[in-house]
C-alpha cells in the first residue's frame, strides 16, 4: 500500500470522471420538465432524463468510476424525480400523501444519507433489484400523468408499495455490510 492508500499499480479513481457529466445533466433536465409547456416536451425531456440515468452506470462501470459518482448520481436522482412530481402535485391528479409514498425510498435514502454523512460513517450500497423497481415505478407513474392515464394512482400506489419494499431491502443489506 502507497501513502496514498492506493494499492502498488493501481491508479486513483479521478474525482469527477466523464459519465458524471452525463449525470449532471439531470439538474438542467428536471428545471426544463418543471418549465416545459406541454405534455409531449415533458415526455421528451423524462425520456432523456431516464436515458441518462442508464447510460451513465453502464458507462461508469465500462471506464471505471469516479470518487464523486457514486454521490452524483442519487443527488441528481433525486432532484429530477422531486421536481418532476412537483408538477405532478401541481397537476392535482394525486394527493400529497400519495406523491409521498411515491417519494418515500427516496426521502429515506436521503435521510440515511445525512444521517451517515454527520456520524463520518462512509458507505455505499450497490443498487439492488428493489431500488430500480421504484425507479422504474416511478417512471411509469410520470408517463401515466403524461397521457392523463387512469392508471396514475394505481401506479403511484404502487410505487409506494415497492419503495416499502426497497427500504426494507436495503435496510437488510446496510445491516449486514
Known sequence: M???????????????????????????LAAAFVLADSGAARLAVLALAAASDFIDGIWAR??????LGGVLDPICDKVFIVAAFAVVMRGGVLSTWE??????????????????WMLRRPT????????????????????????????????????AAMSVYAIADYSRAARHR
Request: hydrophobic share 55%; charged share 15%.
Open 124 to 159: 455505499t450500497l450497490p443498487a439492488r433489484a428493489g431500488g430500480k423497481a421504484v425507479t422504474v415505478g416511478q417512471l411509469l407513474t410520470l408517463v401515466a400523468f403524461l397521457a392523463g392515464s387512469d392508471l396514475v394512482r394505481p401506479l403511484a400506489w404502487a410505487t
Open 2 to 28: 502507497q501513502a496514498t492508500g492506493v494499492a502498488e499499480g493501481r491508479q486513483p479513481r479521478p474525482l469527477v470522471g466523464a459519465p458524471d457529466l452525463l449525470t449532471a445533466l439531470r439538474v438542467p
Open 62 to 67: 465500462r471506464v471505471g468510476g469516479s470518487r
Open 99 to 116: 406523491i409521498l409514498g411515491v417519494l418515500l425510498r427516496d426521502i429515506v435514502a436521503a435521510v440515511a444519507f445525512l444521517v451517515v
